[in-house]
């Protein structure tokens, strides 16, 4: 399975962005799989910041980003987005998702700074 991400920029603090993942392959059934989308921070080791269930009926959320980020899904699409609002410097970082196994796409670049 393979995995890009899109979406990512240069975001002001405050601002909002929405990420996009497609996985893509053979052999393998989308809703079959949890989605979590990961955030490696400059010099830091990856960390899941959200996951969302097989057919969304359960979210989760790193404390940082509750309130502010939503994970969602489209299996019709092989999709799962994240809605980033009310960004930080601290949200800076490249984002990657993840769910069936596979190598990790090359992520989308986000950066907040004024």
């Known amino acids: 399975v393979q995995f890009v991400e899109s979406g990512g920029g240069l975001v002001q603090p405050g601002g909002s962005l929405r990420l996009s993942c497609v996985a893509s392959?053979?052999?393998?059934?989308?809703?079959?799989?949890?989605m979590t989308w990961f955030r490696r921070a400059p010099g830091k080791d990856r960390v899941p910041v959200a996951a969302?269930?097989?057919?969304?009926?359960?979210?989760n959320y790193e404390d940082s980003v509750k309130g502010r980020f939503t994970i969602s899904r489209d299996n019709a699409k092989n999709t799962v987005y994240l809605q980033m609002t009310s960004l930080k410097p601290e949200d800076t970082g490249v984002y990657y998702c993840?769910?069936?196994?596979?190598?990790w796409g090359q992520g989308t670049q986000v950066t907040v700074s004024s």
């Open positions: 969302i269930s097989s057919f969304s009926s359960s979210t």
């Open positions: 993840k769910g069936p196994p596979g190598p």
């Open positions: 392959g053979s052999g393998f059934t989308f809703s079959d799989y949890v």
